[in-house]
């Protein structure tokens, strides 16, 4: 091994040496089968603790690179073939995709094509028909028990519209407000937030984000009649709102009359041990359409994401959109559907969960 890694760069030594050992097996210098080095060997040539080895030998395990054997060791399970791996490789050699920002996410190889093929057994020709207009109706409803278990938030199927991805959402939410409606967005936000209404003939209105959320005054001066926001974890700033700035929001929302989209981006993966409180529920559901994506948590080539309407509108959507074809294939659906009903989704953002806690105390 000739394994450097730099303390000046403020890229954490876990991640660098993931880096490096995973590059190796790519390269196959560690081949197929073959066993790393043990744990002590590579903290004493890297000259770092034992735990920061275990961190990344954890990630390479996690992200299909190896597999740790009891009193064994850790031996090379990736193969050319394997494009989940190359995926990982892709996020860590500098070629990230736009708002990834932490090395967790993906859910596993193995838990994922075993769903895939329990789903092509049990499904047989059910994957090969179209999918209903605004979604598969058994995706929305392990979308709604779902909601109910993590987030409180009490739905039904027919409020849920599955679309591929975010921006896809964007522009239906754009298409419900119609051209020339005024929506305000935070500045800064995703770039793309935007620009999607825009290109949809939306008037934009930058909101501009204090560390608290937006501010009170360019909120209430503004003559836009919705808003987007990203109330936890807003990109590029990072800023997780409070309470008192959420109740703000629907305040505003009540006297103004209008909608608020919540993008509830990234939310999963938070360390907190109580989830945060979605906008959505503490509206009662009246003012609030709530936007997330499952291309985060499952993966990102996943480009599957659902809106959860209010009630109240959801007449309005069927009337100006209900025409629209489902974007996603009735098979993506239905697996992601199988991993909320076998409970491996959760697991899985549990593991992300306790895996980021470990990070932020080992750091701390």
């Given at each position: ?19 490096e050992?995973?590059?190796?097996i790519?390269?196959g ?5 073959t066993?790393?080095p043990s744990?002590r ?15 990344a ?29 190359n995926?990982?490789?892709?996020r860590?050699?500098?070629?990230e995709s ?22 092509i057994l049990?499904?047989?020709?059910t ?16 979308i709604c ?7 409180g ?14 921006e ?10 119609g ?6 967005t ?7 937030i ?11 209105r ?25 109330p ?12 008192s700035?959420?109740l ?11 909608f608020i ?13 109580k ?6 529920s ?14 985060k ?50 697991r899985h953002?549990?593991?992300?969960r306790?895996?980021?806690r470990?990070m ?5």
């Amino acid at each position: 091994m000739n394994y450097k890694i730099d303390t000046t760069t403020g890229r954490s030594a876990y991640l660098q040496l993931y880096r490096e050992l995973a590059d190796d097996i790519v390269a196959g210098v560690y081949p197929y089968g073959t066993k790393l080095p043990s744990k002590r060997i590579i903290a004493a040539e890297t000259n770092v603790s034992v735990i920061t080895v275990q961190h990344a030998l954890d990630l390479l395990s996690e992200e299909g690179y190896i597999e740790p054997k009891e009193r064994s060791g850790n031996f090379v399970i990736f193969k050319e073939a394997d494009f989940q791996s190359n995926i990982s490789r892709e996020r860590y050699t500098g070629r990230e995709s736009h708002r990834v920002s932490h090395p967790f996410g993906e859910i596993s190889y193995d838990v994922l094509s075993k769903t895939m093929r329990k789903v092509i057994l049990d499904s047989e020709d059910t994957i090969l028909v179209k999918s209903p207009n605004h979604g598969s109706d058994d995706l929305r409803e392990e979308i709604c028990a779902y909601l109910a278990r993590s987030r409180g938030l009490t739905v039904s199927p027919k409020q849920i519209i599955i679309g591929s991805g975010a921006e896809y959402l964007y522009g239906l939410v754009a298409q419900l407000f119609g051209a020339g409606s005024v929506i305000g967005t935070e500045d800064p936000s995703y770039d793309k937030i935007g620009k999607v209404y825009s290109a949809m003939g939306l008037s934009v209105r930058k909101l501009k984000l204090l560390n608290t959320g937006i501010s009170k005054k360019a909120l209430f001066s503004t003559d836009a009649k919705a808003i987007h926001v990203t109330p936890f974890n807003s990109f590029p700033s990072g800023i997780t709102v409070g309470i008192s700035k959420k109740l703000e929001y629907l305040k505003w929302a009540e006297e103004r009359d209008g909608f608020i989209v919540e993008d509830n981006y990234d939310s999963e993966l938070t360390v907190s041990a109580k989830p945060e409180d979605a906008l959505f529920s503490l509206s009662g559901g009246k003012r609030v359409i709530y936007i997330n994506t499952f291309s985060k948590t499952v993966a990102p080539s996943l480009r599957m994401g659902y809106m959860v309407l209010p009630l109240n509108i959801i007449d309005e959507f069927d009337k100006k959109l209900g025409f629209y074809s489902c974007t996603v294939p009735i098979f993506e659906q239905l697996v992601v559907a199988e991993l909320l009903r076998s409970g491996n989704y959760e697991r899985h953002i549990n593991k992300i969960r306790r895996e980021k806690r470990k990070m932020m105390q080992q750091i701390q």
